[in-house]
DNA sequence: TTAGGGTTAG
């Protein structure tokens, strides 16, 4: 009784730490505890693995497993959950579903929150249409769900763009006998935000007020961001500051908001600021400060340290993202590197990640810079993926050395797609049409743009 | 134990 007591003092010992990222501090209890005669237990490695999962990467928590089945302890339900969600947080969703079925061949039956996690891993994976039908399943064979299912669903549904049927579901929650929480008003307003439907997302808040909640740390970093990206800066640092007098600055997401907001614009003393005032209150870093902050870096010039703070990240145990690798590969390009940028986006498509989009658009925009236009032109073919920014780019920059008629060819492909073009790309192409003699080219080009619109619409 | 906010390109 007594041994029991203690576990679980000593688990929750080591949970406090774990939710400040104080991962070394969790080890040293639970090295002390054995020293004391507490052996860990599944809760101990179970709260490891998720903290694992969640701060340094996938890997560190498999050898958390590791140790978890050499000390005799069987994984629960519980830990495969735990994996599965740090699967998906690296965008693993072979991982995922290979760990579900592990699970399953194991004898352990999943629960609904094994459905929510793989749910949310179709939804990270952009594969919408089946987290819908687990979705499905679990409303349609009475697999209990819980509020969880229903805000992981809003949050799916905005992020896959299906921003209005969220909303229905948002409105006929109590449909199913669930009230919005905190958490739902936040997921619903930060859908709409990001949509720039600022007049929806403010009457949300409001709603979220007259039922009596109370915007938390999240609310206000949302609205912040959104505050940023519709241009309304000064505002923006009018909610941080509120932020920092409320006391919510308190982990590394309002600074992060607020340095990159002020890397766009140029302001790099004031990031720069930003990022020591973090670093001054004792805030931890995860890979997010690392990256911004390596952001920083680049936008400064700073190669060098850029690439020293990666050594420190590597030591720390974090295992870098796609963040970090596209902001390198756009720091290089901006610093006229071009071949160390091919090579690192090598090197990232050898580690196989997968959403090297914006590295690649990156890499157009810096050998467009160097005047080695037609090279991009040959990148771009090369992509399987192109977005919006993309074709911007290469239309742009074909324009600036007066190759409209090129320009015009991929502006239309564009159009065809279905994606959308800057309508400064449009109208540079078609002034330079004009411009240069090609009335005629010019006319014809309006009117296929306008019926590839239609035809789109 | 799990869900919501922060980092990249014109």
Redesign the pocket.
């Known amino acids: 009784m007594v041994c029991r007591f203690s576990t679980r003092l000593l ?1 929750i010992c080591i ?1 406090s730490f ?2 400040v990222q104080q991962l070394e501090k969790a080890e040293a209890v639970v090295i002390d505890g054995k020293r004391l005669g507490y052996l860990p237990d599944v ?1 101990t490695y ?2 490891l ?3 694992y ?2 701060f340094v990467g996938i890997d560190a928590a498999y050898s958390v497993l590791h140790r978890m089945r050499e000390a005799g302890i069987s994984p629960d ?6 994996l599965i ?2 699967a ?2 690296y965008w693993l969703l072979s991982r995922c579903l290979d760990l579900f079925e592990e699970m399953l061949q194991a004898g352990i039956l999943p ?4 459905y ?2 793989l749910m ?1 891993c179709f939804f ?1 994976s952009g594969r919408p249409e089946e987290a819908n039908r687990i979705f499905q399943d679990i409303i349609l064979n009475n697999l209990s769900p ?7 669903m809003i ?1 799916g549904l ?2 896959a763009g299906y921003t209005d049927n969220a909303l229905m579901l948002f409105r006929n929650l109590h449909r199913h006998g669930f009230l919005p ?7 619903v307003i ?2 709409l ?2 949509l720039g439907r600022l007049g929806e997302a403010r009457r949300i808040l409001k709603e979220l007020k007259e039922s009596g909640h109370v915007p ?7 609205v ?2 959104c505050c ?2 519709s241009g309304k800066f000064k505002q923006g640092l009018e909610i941080f500051s509120e ?1 920092k007098n409320k006391g ?10 607020v ?3 002020l ?2 614009r140029g302001m790099m003393k004031e990031a720069n600021d930003c990022m020591e005032e973090m670093i001054r209150t004792g ?1 931890g ?8 902050l ?2 920083l870096y680049c ?1 400064e010039g700073k190669l060098e340290t850029a690439l020293q703070l990666l050594d420190e990240i590597e030591k720390v145990g974090i295992e870098i ?7 390198l ?2 720091g290089l ?2 610093s006229g590197d071009i071949e160390g940028a091919q090579r690192h986006l090598k090197h990232m498509n050898m580690m196989g990640f997968q ?1 090297n ?6 890499l157009i ?1 810096g050998l467009c810079k160097v005047g080695q236009m037609d090279y991009a032109t040959k990148v771009f073919e090369m992509m399987e993926l192109k ?7 290469m239309v ?2 074909l324009c600036k050395e007066r190759r409209f008629h090129s320009a015009s060819q991929i502006m239309l492909s564009c159009i065809r797609s279905g994606k ?3 309508t400064s ?1 449009q109208r540079a192409v078609l002034a330079g049409l004009r411009s240069s003699g090609f009335r005629r080219e010019a006319k014809k080009l309006r009117s296929e743009i306008r019926m590839a619109m239609i035809l789109n619409s």
């Open positions: 688990n949970s774990c939710k809760v179970n709260t693995i998720a903290a999962c969640r339900v519980i830990t495969y959950n735990s969600a740090g998906t947080r629960n609904v929150w094994s929510n996690t949310h990270k819980i509020q969880s299912t229903f805000n992981i949050n905005c992020k929480q905190i958490v739902t008003y936040n997921i930060n859908g935000c990001r938390n740390v999240i609310t206000y970093t949302t912040m961001k940023f990206r932020m919510y600055t308190f982990d590394a997401f309002a600074y992060c908001t340095s990159s907001a890397i766009k805030i870093f995860d890979l997010v400060s690392y990256n911004t390596i952001n936008k993202d796609e963040y970090t690798h596209t902001i590969v756009d390009c901006k959403s989009l914006v590295a690649y658009n990156c925009q977005d919006s920014f993309t074709y911007s780019s742009h920059n959308k073009i800057l790309a």
